[in-house]
């Protein structure tokens, strides 16, 4: 598993980010950590090459919690569109979520980025 050092951040943050440099590794660490514990799967829209739907689970706050990162990084980086639906699982203290992120095409290298790096951190996630 090959995975981006915080240190090179840069990778799928651009220059479109207004987060302060100095709290950007924070900001992926908060992604690598959602990634590890909860993503299931990556599926990447083909006819939109700049769309993906991550399948995560977790605890049954988890929805709330992701609501709360992806709000977060849309404020420092609007060119990115979360959508969040939270899905039934069968055991009722665990949830399942849904996640869509997408971007223009101009920013088609950071989403490419950080799919890749949600791939290579996700338990198995392919």
């Known amino acids: 598993m090959t995975v981006i050092p915080l240190s090179d951040v840069s990778v799928w943050v651009p220059d479109a980010c207004t987060l302060p440099p100095a709290e950007q590794p924070l900001r992926v ?20 090459g700049t769309r993906a739907t991550l399948l995560l689970e977790g605890p049954s ?18 060119f990115f569109a979360f959508e969040t639906v939270e899905l039934a699982h069968p055991d009722p203290v665990r949830c399942f979520v849904e ?7 101009a920013h088609s290298s ?5 799919v890749s790096r949600a791939v290579a951190i996700g338990r198995g996630a392919q």
């Not at 996640?99 to 095409?105: K, R």
């Open 99 to 105: 996640l869509t992120v997408s971007v223009p095409l």
């Open 61 to 78: 706050d988890l929805a709330s919690h992701v609501q709360r990162l992806v709000e977060t990084e849309s404020g420092c980086c609007s």
């Open 110 to 114: 950071v989403f490419d980025g950080l």
């Open 29 to 48: 660490a908060e992604f690598d950590a959602l990634f590890a514990d909860a993503l299931v799967e990556v599926r990447r829209c083909v006819a939109r």
